[in-house]
């Protein structure tokens, strides 16, 4: 039950929900709705205004463009993500954390804009955006602005998004040749969150050497982040089994693990290792096909 | 400000002045009287709740009743056909997959759109389908067997339906 009362708009065009959302005094986008209205049902959340931009049909696509980028329209449902055969075969990695989020209803209606807009530290598919260094495209009454990944997340709840901006599309850039990626979490077992989850994107060389290697890890700390020291020390390395577990060690190098009920921080640090350990085998094995 | 909202439900189009704090849910049992689709904890945990919003499975406590205007809707009492239970009604029924039947009808409704989509899944994967529903009294053995037993039963009626148009 939700005991505040709002008002609630529906436009067809991007412009004129931006227009909607400048208007309202505290206006909130709503898109599948599975972050937000359960806020507003602890009345954590009391928007004046909804803006729903579920009419907005441009938003609800997933293609491919010219040069390889595959675009993810804000309103791709982690269902629409999790059984898109361009994302399964180009972007296993958010696949698998698109087919990892909450349960199967869940998954009917939330949304990947949804998702990182709402920022919560503990979600899925922050990870292999992370790691396939998508683009944000956000659309505010000033115009368009592309956000990197590694800037968007701020904070439990905090992203770049200014006030009135939309984000509208990820953007995640064509990988090249011998790339394979994976994303595994270990979850809560009520909830289904990732206390800690991680996707890693690998290029092989056509020696098997790595070329490249990127880690997004979620769950672990206050923000989504990039595990930059484990990628630089198998960057360059065979790939072998020490190789990747001597790197995914360092996975959490750097960062304040968060503490709670499901996990300490100690062992939160213990579960980026593992996870980043089997995610880097899964992806290396699947670069080398 | 109530507004107006029409929506397709169990295939009769309803036209209805909602608040747009009203959720689905609500809409369904107190506005229409179908008070099959049940809230069991109205935090989109248990999934007693669940119907069908445009053939997916959805928690109906987790969506507006406004988000559904032009949708369609099927719940637990759009399952049977001209006065005869679904598949998966019947195998819910002859595999005691119930005992006090709260979460039956977000089960059903959940097991539908599973099946709609894998006609002939494994047991790992009715486990996996069946995530976003808790059964608090039976246990999920019974449900597992209904849900597979519906499986062949559908299997079974559309190869019939197969060989049928084939003789003719």
Redo the contacts between chains.
């Keep these: 039950?939700?005991?505040?009362?709002?008002?609630?708009q529906?436009p067809s065009t991007i412009e004129e929900a931006i227009a909607t959302l400048g208007r309202s005094r505290d206006g909130k986008v709503?898109a599948g709705?599975?972050s937000l209205?359960?806020l507003m049902?602890l009345g954590l959340a009391q928007p004046d205004t909804?803006v729903?931009i579920?009419k907005i049909a441009s938003l609800r696509d997933i293609r491919a463009e010219a040069d390889g980028t595959i675009v993810v329209g804000t309103l791709a449902t982690h269902?629409s993500i999790a059984e898109d055969r361009t994302i399964g075969a180009k972007l296993a990695a958010l696949a698998e954390a698109a087919a990892a989020v909450?349960?199967?209803?869940?998954r009917?209606?939330g949304t990947i804009g949804g998702s990182l807009a709402h920022a919560d530290p503990a979600a899925d598919e922050p990870a292999p955006t992370l790691a396939f260094d998508a683009i944000i495209r956000a659309i505010g009454s000033k115009g368009k602005r592309d956000i990197p990944a590694r800037e968007f997340f701020k904070a439990p709840f905090e992203t770049a998004l200014a006030p009135g901006e939309i984000a509208a599309e990820i953007r995640f850039p064509a990988q090249p040749g011998r790339t394979g990626s994976a994303y595994l979490k270990f979850r809560h077992p009520a909830s289904?969150f990732a206390v800690v989850g991680v996707a890693a994107v690998v290029t092989a060389k056509a020696d098997g050497t790595i070329e490249r290697a990127a880690i997004g890890v979620t769950g672990a700390a206050e923000a989504p982040f990039r595990a930059t020291a484990a990628e630089r020390a198998i960057t360059g390395t065979k790939g072998d089994a020490k190789a990747i577990a001597a790197a995914a060690a360092k996975a959490a190098e750097g960062m304040t693990t968060l503490s709670d009920l499901a996990a300490s921080s100690e062992y939160r640090r213990h579960l980026v290792s593992v996870y980043a350990k089997r995610a880097l085998e899964r992806a290396t094995q699947r670069a080398r096909g | 400000m109530a507004q107006a909202i029409t929506v397709t439900v169990n295939g009769t189009k309803r036209t209805k002045d909602v608040e747009p704090s009203q959720l689905l849910v609500e809409l369904l049992r107190d506005t229409l009287g179908l008070t099959g689709t049940h809230v069991g904890c109205d935090t989109s945990q248990c999934g007693a709740c669940t119907v069908l919003v445009d053939g997916r499975a959805t928690k109906s406590c987790t969506i507006l009743a406004v988000q559904t205007d032009g949708a369609e809707v099927v719940t637990v009492e759009g399952l049977a056909k001209n006065g005869e239970l679904h598949p998966v009604q019947r195998a819910f029924a002859s595999e005691h997959a119930l005992q006090c039947g709260f979460c039956t009808p977000g089960l059903m409704i959940t097991a539908v759109d599973f099946l709609a989509r894998n006609a002939s899944p494994s047991d790992a994967e009715i486990r996996h389908a069946i995530e976003g529903n808790l059964c608090r009294c039976t246990g999920y053995h019974n449900i597992v067997n209904a849900i597979r037993s519906a499986a062949a039963m559908m299997t079974m009626s559309a190869q019939s339906k197969v060989a049928a148009e084939v003789k003719r």
């Design positions: 039950m939700i005991t505040h009362p709002f008002s609630y529906a709503l709705g599975h209205l359960p049902k909804l729903d579920r269902r909450g349960d199967p209803q869940v009917s209606r289904r």
